[in-house]
């Protein structure tokens, strides 16, 4: 991992990070303000930058590269989009961190820390504080909402492989039985697939 401060530059990176979605949110002097207690890191492939099992109120804004998340030695996501934010939820609570998240390529991120904020005047502090935790909540909202929509389709296929696998227990017509049979264990199949997915970011 390698540290770059951010102030020799401050005017340039205010630009450029203007184009990431989280922090276009802010006013030029906000977002100085948060460059200022801020850090830019760079990792090299296969450099953890979040461990599981970490305590940590850090969390990080995606500038360039992509990571994986890692839970329990398998891989349940990756991010690679420039603005992605990964372990915010551990860093409101200061809780543990339930996945590791490991750099995949070459690797560039903004570590914020909420509680950094509190060395910044009382109005620049709140207002930051305010537009980083309503982005947040969008992001939540989001995933909560595409999780919601996973289980009410998976629910409807576990309907469905449920109903056939009724229908084949009266079928007395054995290659139709074997079809039938086919078919449920292919709808389990999506199921297990979906189930597999539910609450994750889309991969890219």
């Given at each position: 991992m390698?540290?770059?401060?951010?102030?020799?530059?401050l005017?340039?990176?205010?630009?450029?990070?203007r184009?990431?979605p989280?922090?276009?949110?802010?006013?030029d002097?906000?977002?100085?303000?948060?460059?200022?207690v801020?850090r830019?890191?760079?990792?090299?492939?296969?450099?953890?930058?979040?461990?599981?099992?970490a305590?940590?109120g850090?969390?990080?804004?995606?500038?360039?590269?992509?990571?994986?998340?890692?839970?329990?030695?398998?891989?349940?996501?990756?991010?690679?989009?420039?603005?992605?934010?990964?372990g915010?939820?551990?860093?409101?609570?200061n809780?543990?961190?339930?996945?590791?998240?490991?750099?995949?390529?070459?690797?560039?991120?903004l570590e914020?820390?909420?509680?950094?904020l509190?060395?910044?005047?009382?109005?620049?502090?709140?207002?930051?504080?305010?537009l980083?935790?309503?982005?947040?909540?969008q992001?939540?909202?989001?995933?909560l909402?595409?999780t919601?929509?996973e289980?009410?389709l998976?629910t409807?296929e576990?309907?469905?492989?449920?109903?056939?696998?009724?229908?084949?227990?009266t079928?007395?017509?054995q290659?139709?039985?074997?079809?039938?049979l086919s078919?449920?264990?292919?709808?389990?199949r999506?199921?297990?697939?979906?189930?597999?997915?539910?609450?994750?970011?889309?991969?890219e």
């Amino acid at each position: 991992m390698r540290i770059y401060q951010s102030d020799p530059a401050l005017p340039e990176l205010v630009d450029r990070l203007r184009k990431i979605p989280f922090l276009n949110a802010f006013q030029d002097d906000q977002l100085k303000n948060i460059l200022r207690v801020s850090r830019i890191l760079a990792y090299n492939p296969d450099e953890i930058i979040i461990p599981e099992g970490a305590i940590g109120g850090q969390f990080y804004v995606l500038l360039g590269g992509k990571v994986r998340v890692v839970k329990n030695q398998n891989q349940i996501a990756s991010l690679c989009r420039a603005g992605d934010l990964f372990g915010e939820l551990s860093a409101l609570g200061n809780e543990i961190r339930t996945a590791s998240v490991v750099a995949v390529d070459s690797t560039w991120c903004l570590e914020l820390n909420p509680e950094s904020l509190e060395t910044l005047p009382a109005t620049e502090r709140d207002a930051c504080h305010s537009l980083i935790y309503r982005f947040i909540a969008q992001i939540v909202a989001a995933r909560l909402k595409k999780t919601t929509d996973e289980l009410a389709l998976v629910t409807a296929e576990l309907e469905t492989t449920r109903r056939n696998l009724t229908e084949l227990q009266t079928n007395s017509k054995q290659d139709t039985f074997n079809g039938e049979l086919s078919l449920a264990i292919e709808q389990l199949r999506r199921t297990k697939d979906r189930l597999a997915r539910l609450g994750r970011p889309t991969e890219e």
